[in-house]
């Protein structure tokens, strides 16, 4: 039963996860943190940190630990990796086909005009989702939080960030 319910919610996230991994971010939250409570938020947060370490989609990352985390085994992370990338396949082939029938349409262009906004407010709805108590858990982790958000702004590297970032955190947890 758990593993249809893995296949069913990560196939629901798939199908219904438009504009990328950090889009998709608040659909997974709803699945395995509030309907499911297979994990904690704080565990989320953890996944999610180091999805975003990991090469590959931040959302198979995700899906390939949570699927461990759930069923205890290895059949459980490919389970829920095959199904969160089954409804992509799935619509790049059918949109494959028909796209380059229907790419001058313009009700095609209006729809993908209008999922522009829809994209940003998911991307928003999932940072908002990790600004909580559990994922800040003292002065220090919101001073990081306040120094990348700046040096984002005046466009210092990601990676950089990513490595002063874990280079502060060693120093200040680690020691």
């Given at each position: 039963m758990i593993y249809l319910q893995l296949f069913l919610s990560y196939v629901k996230i798939g199908f219904?996860?438009?504009g990328g991994g950090y889009a998709m971010l608040s659909l997974i939250h709803n699945?395995?943190?509030t309907s499911h409570q297979w994990i904690t938020n704080s565990e989320l947060t953890d996944i999610i940190a180091i999805s975003q370490m990991t090469p590959?989609?931040?959302v198979i990352n995700c899906a390939t630990y949570v699927g461990y985390v759930v069923t205890g085994n290895v059949w459980g992370s490919l389970l829920?990796?095959?199904a969160v990338s089954l409804p992509s396949l799935i619509l790049m082939l059918?949109?494959?086909k028909f796209y380059l029938a229907l790419s001058g349409n313009v009700y095609v262009k209006n729809a993908m005009f209008g999922i522009k906004p829809m994209v940003l407010a998911m991307i928003g709805a999932a940072g908002l989702m990790l600004l909580t108590p559990e994922t800040f858990i003292d002065v220090y982790s919101w001073i990081i939080l306040g120094v990348t958000l700046i040096a984002s702004i005046k466009k210092v590297h990601p990676i950089l960030l990513i490595v002063l970032s874990g280079i502060a955190g060693y120093l200040i947890?680690?020691?």
């Open positions: 219904f996860g438009f699945e395995v943190v590959g989609p931040i829920a990796t095959f059918l949109i494959t947890y680690g020691l």
